[in-house]
């Protein structure tokens, strides 16, 4: 089954840039790499999805390499606001794989 | 517009006892997924519907679960004779094409269940 590894948690402090790095061995070939935002008590959010090279959106940015084997979310600029669990997630035979989630604290 | 919609927000049942988890997908929406999301932990995948049709099943963690979705729209996930290690909120999603990689999928607030 594929596996998809990303960090347990990630400090920072406003107004800096967080970089959340993905790993997804064995990805396939028509797999898209989404990004997700979790707050407490609530469903994911979606924020960013890509395919290959660098997508930008007004929230955040996503790289991913020519052998697509990683992914990193860019969250430019963080505010407290933006302290939440974020998910990657490549889908593989309709057995979609979640990463474990990476925990993103900002501080004052 | 109506999100996606979960019924009911809490459930606490007792061991050994059926529960029924409903989920209303965005209207339009032709593909639902199921998901549980123990405390603290991320997300695991359970099923995933393309109209009324599950095309694998192996994701559900054991035979005491089962779903289904009628009429390309509400979906129903049942787990039979609840143990204390089912505990844990069951989200729903739903997406427009069901292109289960590059679809943005939307997410219910979940059920959260508690078995006693």
């Known amino acids: 089954l594929a596996k998809t590894t990303q960090p347990i948690s990630m400090d920072s402090y406003e107004g800096q840039e967080v970089n959340i790095t993905c790993s997804h061995n064995?990805?396939?070939?028509?797999?898209?790499i989404t990004w997700y935002q979790q707050f407490p008590s609530q469903g994911p959010r979606f924020i960013i999805q890509?395919?290959?090279t660098k997508v930008t959106n007004e929230v955040a940015s996503l790289f991913i390499p020519a052998d697509r084997k990683s992914s990193t979310l860019s969250l430019p600029r963080v505010s407290l606001s933006d302290t939440a669990v974020y998910y990657c997630?490549?889908?593989?035979?309709?057995?979609?794989?979640f990463g474990a989630g990476t925990t993103v604290t900002v501080r004052a | 517009g109506a999100g996606v919609s979960q019924s009911p927000s809490n459930k606490v049942t007792e061991k050994g006892k059926d529960v029924e988890l409903r989920c209303d997908p965005i209207?339009?929406?032709?593909?639902l997924y199921w998901y549980r999301q123990s405390l603290g932990q991320g997300l695991e995948f359970l099923i995933y519907?393309?109209?009324?049709?599950?095309?694998?099943k192996s994701g559900l963690p054991s035979d005491r679960f089962s779903a289904e979705r009628t009429g390309g729209s509400v979906s129903t996930l049942t787990i039979q004779r609840t143990q204390q290690e089912d505990s844990a909120v069951y989200l729903c999603?739903?997406?427009?094409?069901?292109?289960?990689?590059?679809?943005?999928?939307?997410f219910g607030p979940g059920t959260r269940l508690t078995v006693l």
């Open positions: 064995n990805i396939a070939t028509n797999d898209y």
């Open positions: 999603a739903s997406s427009l094409a069901g292109w289960v990689s590059a679809d943005t999928q939307y």
């Open positions: 890509g395919y290959k």
């Open positions: 519907f393309q109209g009324n049709s599950a095309p694998d």
């Open positions: 209207s339009g929406h032709t593909a």
């Open positions: 997630l490549r889908g593989n035979d309709y057995k979609l794989s």
